[in-house]
């Protein structure tokens, strides 16, 4: 009896010691044979493992990947230091790409060549980290509802509206973001009057996701939404009729096109200081940049690309054509936690 | 000369005393009684004698070796005490024999001593089978096989009859003449029942509250009580307490030594114990019936 | 002489390796005391004057309701479950342990979109009034039903614990107040409630502490509690979350530690049981119970589950992607590490607590189990600090512990020793303590006393623990998240991204399916060793 004992336990070690270096490989053959690339990417979507895959095949080189919460992987290369093993920081919002800067995360790189086709705005002044896709924040309504008074992101305060607004809570960073750009366009004092007219607004206290907030215009709650346009995207592409139906009934209305423009966001990153990989970092930005990749991101994830002179999805350009606010996205980013201070003085939840 | 010496032994739980300057001493080829209420130490006792408790004060020796005390304490496993559970503590997952086995000093004569200690308890024909296949009696006869197969210097058992019928009983109180006779084993039985240790017991020590009142033999015990206590341990008895009156008719003499006097406190309470066996009612007059209440009073 | 006998009795080998342990298990969560220092953080005040009073309002609010829902569940169909004899009971009995292998955020999701207006509800209306029909809505999305679905995922904490404490209660007991005189009612509140109350009060801390840690329902029903404070500091400034943090660990650092002095002095012994002969009712009230007691079952496993296979249908590819078996077997092999290594713990500290019995080896236990009540996300930046902080510059164990999932798996048995220790002390304190006992005065070492003795009895208990404790691995995303290596999915991460980030229940039912489905393995074999021992 005594001696099987002694040899589950053995069996078991055993078991944990091979597994252990059998998923070890992943990441221990950047010395052996592949240059390698690591990555922490808040960026979950699967068309961007594709692209990566297209990477290291192109340049034989291997990229691996933590996926996380932005906050958890800034806190994770904080805590890291100088003996982190990530090259690269990749997230869907400027807000953290911004406090990665502030923090010193990131080493200036040759700024690829690619970077020429993509607007000044949409990348860092100091060249440390670059945009790879937009987002634009829209309002949309429903297709019966008569918003001729409704054209900028501040008519949204208008009494006109009270109870029709369907928006995400302050937690969302591209509610964040949108405040952010109203604070640098218009001051704080009109930002968080803003923040006081939008709630007073709301037909309920902010709930769900996106998707929830199309769905409650399509059900009749509210008349009003503040969405991403590449939720919109998959929601037309749903295999859900429902989720299809919803996204249908809306109108897409670009704001503030007689003036500063629509809100846009930014999904991008940068090389953190420690890596030694520099070189092949650029390499992937540039790739990131390319015609062809940026196609990719335009088409399966609804995304708008960086790069000028590629066209967006079917779906998305169907919208039209639209000025985007040229605000400085650093300076936005800068703007995020004065942001979510205005939320809640302001009372949004 | 003592097999097992106790001195001075005492024991308490987070502040409350429950053994208080034990000494007991047992001999070899001997029984002991360890009686008392629950609740007097009994088992206290028993688990320090054992290992499984560590007195705070006493020295404890088996022969020469001092197990407790002087800065020793001998572990639980490296004493030659064995001892038979209440419950029996029989290992549900073994066999029989693996039972008896289990604490057998590797030698060769292992298969030999086991068939005979199989044969000894009346076990041969079970010695395959897991102890829930057994019956009360064969349970407890597979632990006091097990336990004198460790060879023990010394034999504990904690309440041995508890769980037993009346038929049982004396088949095992005849088992434990025998074991003290054939393996020559001084052997500490707790027991809470009188019937019991006047059947089997040479010794009893009698445990109040934490201490040891008296030790004796059962017939000295009950016919010297040091209190109201042991007294009434073996059958009624009649106490009364009083002060008394007329101390130059009565005569006192203390514990074991009849020749002293105690001089009489007219202000205090003394018992006046008087056992059944002493007291016969003769009815001269063959007035009385079975079952009738008679008065009588002491002079 | 008192003072030099101290310890000579004690089996010094096992209580160092309790207290190492112990330590181990400890020592890392005082890095969260890091933060103490940043009390000036402006943002931390910013919380402070706009937000705190608000969110441990929030975070009492949702405890209390979701412990009244648990509770008022799980209470009386734990009684009636151990009394009365009504049909399909053996079958509820096990049935209504199952939603535990619903993690909560799955719930919430579920139930948001069966109700949302693309949801089955609603689908089920119009399929049975026709097109036209006007479909009756229910707006979930509130707190008050987020209650109610967590309640739902964390109602078997309570019910299991109460099922079986009035399981050993001694059946004659009630027979002897029925005696003299007391209805059924005045049993039930007189007699079997304060029996029960030890239960009871330890399954409402167990859900306490799974409401307090939730992220996901919470966020995604916008329902601000202490947890989301934190995730609000972190975003405001990734680092000004660690004040926030040691002041949550210090709340609930003193709170676990008055209980230990609470319920150390209220230990209640219970009678052993007598036999399993349940009451008979009249057939109009077994069944009304059958009905009552099918509820937890029916709305926290069978619903949930009928949805999410619903939704997998649309999604059959996935079953057989690549990604999705890589996975599974990644998710398991991940989670059956620590919860072997939570039960060899765990058998240590117990072992400890026998063989060295006293105040300090029952502390060491209680301590090794705080981790359970801290927040996962908590945890998980304590270990890695805490490993940081002790690595050379070059951070080589640091990067070797990542990369060999070593620190995952520590954090993991840091939070979930409790589960582990928690099903095994049953089964430990079920063996009479006469039985080692015995052994070691046969001479037997503590060391072969316990691998011959007293494991190879408590060896069914062992399995399921290890049974359960994956169950709650399996489910954890927080420290999943922080502390994964490269290239690393389970199917609690790909769940939460997929729902969390491409917004698509659809997309997660397959991964949430497998994780309820391995969840309910678990579950089964945990219910099947308890009906036979």
Redesign the interface.
Known sequence: ??KL?IFHVLL?TLS?QS??VD??T???NSGDDLPTL?IYTDR??PIDDTIFRKFEKQYGAKI??????S??L???I??????T?ADIFLTADV?RIY?AKQSGFFQPMQLPENINFVPDYLYDEDGVWVGITKRARVIVHAKDFDASNLNDYEDLVLPEFKGQIAV????N?YN?SLLAAIIANNGEDAALEWVKGVVANMYQ????????QV??I??GDAKIAIVNTY?LG?LLT???A??VK?AQSIQVLFPNQSNRGTHINVSGGGVLQFSENLELAEKLFNFLLSEEVQKLYAESNFEFPARKGVPSSDIVSQWGKFKEDDTPLSKIGEL??QA??LF??GGW? | MSVLELQNISKSFDGKAVLNDCSLEVFANEILALIGESGSGKSTLLRIIAGFEIANEGVMRIGEQILFGDNHFVKAEKRKVAIVFQDYALFPHLTVDQNIRFGMPKTAKNDKELNQLLEIFELTNFRKNKPNQLSGGQQQRVAIARAIASKPDVLLLDEPFSNLDQSLRKKVRKEILKIKVDFQLPIIMVTHDPEDTIALADRVAVLENGKIIQTDSPLKLYHEPINTYVAQLFGPAFVWKNKIYRPEQVKITPHGQRDKVVEINPNIHYHLVLLQSQVILMDYAKKLKVGDDITWSIE | MKKFLLGKNKYLGWLLLALTLTSLLFFPLIFILEGLGDSSNENVQHIQQYLLWDLIRTTIRMVLGTVAIAVVLGLPIAYLTATFDFPLRRLLRTANILPIAVPTYIMAFVYSSIFSVSGSFIKLQLYIFGEDFMPFRIDVMRETWLMLFLGFALFPYVYSACLASFSIQNKSLDEAAASLGAGAWKRFFKLHLPLVFPALLSGIALVTMEVVNDYGAMSYFNVNTITAGIFQAKQMDFKSSVYLSAMVFIGIFSFYMLFYFFKSTKKITHLTTSGNNLKQLTKFKRILITFFVAIPCLLGFIVPLMELLYLASFRLSTLTSSRFLITIFNSAQLAIIPAIIVVIVTLILLYNQYINKGRLSEFLSYLSTLGYAIPGAIIAVAVMAFVIYFDSPEKRFYHWSIDALVLLIFAYILRFLAVGYHTLEGAFLRISHTVPDAARSLGASPLKTFFRISFPIIKPAVLTTVAVVMVDILKELPITLLLQRFNFDTLATVTFEKVKITESVRDASPYALLLIFVGTIGVLLLMGKENKG
């Open positions: 009896m005594k004992y078991l944990m597994c252990f998923q070890n992943a990441t221990n690591n979950h979507y691996n990947v933590v996926k996380g919460k906050e958890d800034l806190n994770r904080d805590k890291e230091g100088a003996a093993k807000g406090q995400r809570s302050k937690e960073i964040q206290s902010p709930k769900g996701n996106d998707r929830d769905k409650a399509y059900v939720y998959h749903s295999d859900d429902e989720e919803a995020n936690t979510i201070k809640d003085r939840k």
